[in-house]
T-cell receptor
């Protein structure tokens, strides 16, 4: 079984400042890693995913994440945030390979961008 | 593409009543997932289907919950009888592979 820990429940940041949202996972097998964003009163939207290959993954809206196997982390970063980035962000993990479609989500991090 | 469609978007009901949530997945997607989101427990997978067949229902909390997928374009999640602790946002998601799931807007359920 996998588990995900998002270390910060809330992150306030000023507009145009950089941000990092932290995610650590636990698994005894190889994993796929995901970041989803949820805007108020909406469903989740995929930001980016790591399946294999390069450990630096680029996603939509200028976000990127780096997979660090030794530290079992998959932190999300953006060099300059915008007001429109205010949302809740979820890190998720699934077992790599065929046959396992269960996503395990972290509790989420609420990003508040301050004008 | 219209995306995953869920109805109703909001549901308020009284304890003991039957509740039926509906989902229309994206056309061509073989997989359909039902999730529940609460403040206490976060996002939890309840059940998922592949080609209309339930594959894993280990997340269904108890016998009061049931899910069906009679065809490739429709699924229901039923709670009977409903209880206040079932109050949550219920999401349906669909996908074609393990790598990406597309979420609907959710149904916000309040059981009084």
């Amino acid at each position: 079984a996998q588990s995900v820990t998002q270390l910060d429940s809330q992150v306030p940041v000023f507009e145009e400042a950089p941000v990092e949202l932290r995610c650590n996972y636990s698994s005894s097998v190889s994993v796929y890693l995901f970041w989803y964003v949820q805007y108020p009163n909406q469903g989740l939207q995929l930001l980016l995913k790591y399946l294999s290959g390069s450990t630096l993954v680029k996603g939509i809206n200028g976000f990127e994440a780096e997979f660090n196997k030794s530290q079992t982390s998959f932190h999300l970063r953006k060099p300059s945030v915008h007001i429109s980035d205010t949302a809740e962000y979820f890190c998720a993990v699934s077992e790599a390979g065929a046959g396992s479609y269960q996503l395990t989500f972290g509790k989420g991090t609420k990003l508040s961008v301050i004008p | 593409d219209a995306g995953v469609i869920q109805s109703p978007r909001h549901e308020v009901t009284e304890m003991g009543q039957e509740v039926t949530l509906r989902c229309k997945p994206i056309s061509g997607h073989d997989y359909l997932f039902w999730y529940r989101q609460t403040m206490m427990r976060g996002l939890e997978l309840l059940i998922y289907f592949n080609n209309n067949v339930p594959i894993d229902d280990s997340g269904m909390p108890e016998d009061r919950f049931s899910a069906k997928m009679p065809n490739a374009s429709f699924s229901t999640l039923k709670i009977q009888p409903s209880e206040p602790r079932d109050s949550a946002v219920y999401f349906c998601a669909s996908g074609t592979d393990q790598e990406t799931q597309y979420f609907g807007p959710g149904t916000r359920l309040l059981v009084l």
